[in-house]
């Protein structure tokens, strides 16, 4: 069993700072890739940024400059540094990861439970 667990989510005024961490833990072979994303209420989820392991990583324009992932893939955790926050960055956010658990088995994409960030003064 593999789970991925959010944490780092919270209230924010606008300008300011916050960092999301999401841990995998479990029987983990590899990580291809891990990301976030996010979901307002009533709007679809949308991608943020996605660190493939090895590659560069993408972010979507709407957070280029402001927002920053990282990984300790010693840890197997992802990170996600959010400056420059405004209202419309207000949403729930999960991470994800492309993983393999068993040796030369296909990778299978698991997804986080989600940590609110609301930006708001």
């Known amino acids: 069993q593999v789970q991925l667990v959010e944490s780092g989510g919270g209230s924010v005024q606008p300008g300011g700072s916050r960092t999301l961490s999401c841990a995998a833990s479990?029987?983990?072979?590899?990580?291809?890739?891990m990301g976030w994303y996010r979901q307002a209420p009533g709007k679809e989820r949308e991608l943020v940024g996605t660190m493939p392991t090895g590659g560069s990583t993408n972010y979507a324009d709407s957070v280029k400059g402001r927002f920053t992932i990282s990984r300790d893939n010693a840890k197997n955790t992802v990170y996600l540094q959010m400056n420059s926050l405004k209202p419309e960055d207000t949403a729930g956010y999960f991470c994800?990861?492309?993983?393999?658990?068993?040796?030369?088995?296909?990778?299978?994409?698991?997804w986080g439970q989600g940590t609110q960030v609301t930006v708001s003064s």
């Open positions: 479990g029987t983990i072979f590899s990580i291809n890739a």
């Open positions: 994800n990861a492309l993983m393999v658990r068993v040796r030369g088995t296909s990778p299978i994409l698991y």
